[in-house]
């Protein structure tokens, strides 16, 4: 039986009891190896955490003015909903993905968070409003002449990881990692366990065991 009754609680639950680490292992137990992003995507501050539905956005780059500046940017961010969290990739990284009025209106909309392959820019302003966003780093150069969306709630690929929109995305300090959404909720509820299991362990080795036998009792390690 879930131990949430609703998709909110589930994010809730994650954000709150579970860390990257341990999701992965779950993942790896499951036979989905290759569910990490790439590392050099990071938290533009360390306490950030994000846990929502993936909304996917796919970038290409473009070389000067463009008859529709941006691309579908704007229609994407428009259909925004909560608990979702806009990841994108596509294009050379030639430019700024992410910025503080994109923050606003992804925040405002009730999403929950930015996973960017790419850069971000406007930092001072996005931290000013205490939203999550991943990027690999900040870039102040615009995308209007640069870069633009070309599609977006379509399969995207970042690193070795094939993303669809709707699968769950979970991100902290250690990385983002990618849920199939068919397996996302069996994979949280064994990781929750686990993530319990590992107090269970830390605490019989500062007791006194040693690893060896913490590992023979408890199979976590």
């Not at 036979?31 to 796919?58: E, N, S």
């Not at 969290?85 to 430019?95: E, P, V």
């Not at 769950?168 to 300090?173: A, E, K, L, V």
């Not at 068919?182 to 500062?206: C, H």
Request: aromatic content about 8%.
């Amino acid at each position: 039986m879930s131990k949430w009754k609703n998709e909110d609680e589930m994010f809730a639950l994650m954000r709150e009891k579970l860390y990257t680490p341990v999701v992965g292992d779950i993942l790896d137990q499951k036979g989905y190896v290759h569910q990490f992003l790439p590392p050099d995507i990071r938290p533009l501050k360390d306490d950030m955490k994000l846990a929502g539905k993936a909304m996917t956005v796919l970038m290409i780059d473009v070389f000067g003015e463009q008859k529709k500046p941006f691309g579908y940017l704007t229609e994407a961010l428009d259909q925004l909903q909560k608990n979702e969290i806009y990841i994108a990739t596509g294009g050379t990284k030639r430019c700024a993905y992410w910025g503080e009025l994109l923050t606003a209106t992804a925040r405002t909309r009730g999403a929950v968070g930015a996973v960017l392959n790419g850069w971000h820019r406007d930092t001072p302003q996005v931290l000013a409003q205490n939203w999550p966003v991943f990027s690999c780093g900040c870039y102040a150069q615009d995308s209007s002449v640069r870069t633009q969306v070309v599609q977006f709630r379509c399969p995207i690929e970042i690193g070795q990881v094939t993303i669809h929109d709707g699968d769950i995305i979970f991100g902290d300090i250690d990385g983002v990692l990618v849920i199939t959404k068919e397996i996302a909720e069996e994979v949280i509820e064994l990781a929750l366990e686990k993530a319990a299991g590992e107090k269970l362990v830390r605490k019989a080795i500062e007791g006194g065991m040693s690893a060896t036998d913490a590992f023979a009792k408890f199979g976590i390690l």
